[in-house]
C-alpha cells in the first residue's frame, strides 16, 4: 500500500497541520479522528488494515488529518467562546486547505466523502451537513451528533451551528437541502452495546427523513461496543456493500 505523509503550516489553525494518505486511486475518504486523537490513529488502531483491501484494489484513496478537539471541547481548561472559536478554525482548515489539498491530489471530479468513529463522526456529518457542494456524503460511526455532548453545558450561537440535531430541524434553505439531499451516501451506523447511543442515532435519523434526506440507518446488536473491533467491522462492511 502506498503510504505518504505531507504537511504544511495552516493559516486556519496557525499551526503545521499533517496529513496521511494511503492508496493510488478511487474515491477520496477523508478520515476525521476519535475524540484527541491524533492523524495516525487509524492507522496505529489497525483500522487501516481492515480496509486495506479495499485501498489496494484502488476502490479508495484515504486521507486522515489532525483533529483539534484537544484545543476545542476536549479542553477543560478553556473558555467556551474560546473553544467555539477553535472548532470553527478547523471546520475552515478542512474546507479551505484540506479539501483542495484532495482535489489537486484525486482531480476535481472524484468524489469526497467525510469518515469519522465517535466524535469523528460527529464532525464528520457536520462538515458535510455544512457543505453537501463540496463534500459528496459521509460515513459516520458510533457518532452523537448532539454537540452539547461535549460542551459541559456551555451553548452559544456556534455550538448550535455546529450541532446537527440543533440546526437542521431549522434548516429551510432550498439549495442547502436539494445538495443534501442528492447525495447518495448518508450513512449512520451505531452499535446497541456499551457506551454507543442507538437512541441518539435513530433521533437524528428521524430528523433527516422529516427533511426529506434519504440515508442508510444501521443499528447493530448489543455485541457491537463502542470500540474499534466495532469499527472494523463497520467501514469494510459499508465500503464493501454500500459503494
Known amino acids: 500500500m502506498r503510504r505518504e505523509i505531507t504537511s504544511w503550516y495552516s493559516p486556519s489553525t496557525n499551526r503545521e497541520m499533517p496529513i496521511v494518505t494511503y492508496g493510488h486511486y478511487g474515491f477520496a475518504l477523508l478520515m ?90 460527529l464532525h464528520s456529518m457536520n462538515l458535510f451537513l455544512k457543505h453537501p457542494d463540496i463534500i459528496n456524503g459521509v460515513i459516520a460511526m458510533s457518532g452523537v451528533y448532539d454537540l452539547t455532548e461535549y460542551t459541559r453545558g456551555y451553548w452559544d450561537e456556534q455550538v448550535y451551528y455546529n450541532s446537527p440535531v440543533h440546526y437542521m430541524p431549522n434548516l429551510h434553505d432550498k439549495w442547502y437541502l436539494d445538495k443534501i439531499r442528492a447525495s447518495q451516501h448518508i450513512h449512520i451506523l451505531s452499535g446497541s452495546g456499551d457506551y454507543e447511543a442507538p437512541g441518539e442515532n435513530k433521533r437524528f435519523s428521524d430528523i433527516l427523513w422529516s427533511k426529506g434526506i434519504w440515508h442508510n440507518l444501521e443499528i447493530w446488536g448489543t455485541d ?20
Do not use: Q
Open 32 to 121: 476525521i479522528p476519535t475524540a484527541g486523537a491524533d492523524f495516525l490513529e487509524y492507522e496505529r488502531f489497525n483500522l487501516i488494515n481492515a480496509i486495506a483491501p479495499f485501498i489496494d484494489a484502488g476502490k479508495v484513496k484515504v486521507f486522515s488529518i489532525n483533529s483539534m478537539n484537544k484545543e476545542s471541547w476536549l479542553n477543560y481548561d478553556m473558555w467556551g467562546e474560546h473553544k467555539a472559536i477553535n472548532h470553527n478554525n478547523f471546520n475552515h482548515y478542512v474546507i479551505n486547505e484540506v479539501i483542495p489539498f484532495i482535489r489537486n491530489n484525486v482531480g476535481n471530479d472524484t468524489f469526497v466523502y467525510t469518515c469519522g468513529a465517535s466524535f469523528g463522526a
Open 224 to 243: 457491537m461496543k463502542h470500540e474499534w473491533p466495532t469499527w472494523y467491522k463497520m467501514l469494510p462492511y459499508v465500503l464493501g456493500s454500500k459503494f
